[in-house]
């Protein structure tokens, strides 16, 4: 058995009811605002909190970071200054950024939008103004990312988004250090769990887009598990068949069903899309740091904890990947 301070193993838990995930892996956070805000005095935290959740829940209306820090009860000046040292980009960078990050989230998964209301809904003037601002951050056309959320593949999504990622904080030597989403992502704790069979009541055919979901089905969406056949994970996302619905254990008429077996397993809680990919690809790259054989006849499962609107809007999940029960064994 592979040993990492960074990991946590509950062999010991062998034979876990899938009831019982809540009380097996800490929730690990993955915000870089909540990390960021981590040493300031709590006054001074709550300020920031309600800055950063006016950013983003205000992007139609065009505040400017000025207006944002008068409502929130902050001096610009200070604002400025200090929300400058912690995040290593001013009010406005972040600001530019989170607006890009979400017309690109709507453009990734919106089929319905057009490309003037996303961008309004962003905070842009025109559909004009979102493309100069995409060709300048990402080189890429407003339309060649819709077609990307069809045609694209997850790493290819991946690639995109990480060019709008929080910047890192330090330099070492002059090189520049991951950004802090990637950072964060490579000490998430990791637990080995192995899980009955399960079913799965399918209600919808899953493109990744849990905030439809949960606008969709509500609270309900809370607890619903997500299947993607691990062969599939590269192949476009039109070509990923994805299924996702309620889930029960020992398995009742479904129209699905998830095979027993060993799995890695972290809990996360993440605010953005990148963040969220993040997660999902430092897992993968664990199990292979670790030895640990994926099982490519079984599926990554996503099950949506909750979904919490307030500060950045954040997002807990539990993601689990197959492994090889007989390497299992060997180990």
Known sequence: MHSDT??????????????????????????????????????????????????????????????????????????HRQFTQLFNETPGQYLHRIRLQYAISQLLMSRNSTITHIALSSGYSSSQALA??????????????????????????????????????????EVIQPPIEQQLASSMPCELIWFPARGIYTQTVHRGDWHSLFNQHGQQTAKM???????????????????????????????????????????VRVASDIAYLNALESLFRQAELLGYPLDNHGSLIEILLDMDTRFTGTASFHFQIPVQLAQMQDG
């Open 225 to 267: 598990l997500c299947a993607t056949p691990v062969l599939e994970l590269d192949r476009p996302w039109h070509d990923i068949t994805s299924v996702t619905g309620k889930w029960r254990t020992p398995p009742e008429p479904n129209d699905h069903l998830i095979a027993e077996g060993y799995y890695l397993c972290t809990k």
């Open 6 to 79: 960074h990991f946590h193993f509950a062999l010991s838990a062998m034979k876990q009811s899938p009831d019982s995930f809540d009380t097996l892996t800490a929730l690990y956070e993955l915000v870089p605002e909540s990390t960021l805000l981590a040493p300031l005095a709590d006054n001074v935290r709550k300020r920031f909190e309600m800055a950063l959740q006016l950013m983003h829940s205000t992007l139609s209306e065009r505040l400017t970071w000025e207006q944002i820090a008068s409502r929130s009860a902050i001096s610009p000046f200070h604002f």
């Open 132 to 173: 100069k601002a995409l060709k300048r951050e990402t080189g890429y056309q407003a339309k060649q990312i819709k077609a990307l959320g069809q045609t694209g593949t997850p790493d290819e999504t991946i690639a995109l988004l990480s060019k709008l990622a929080h910047p890192s904080q330090h330099r070492t030597c």
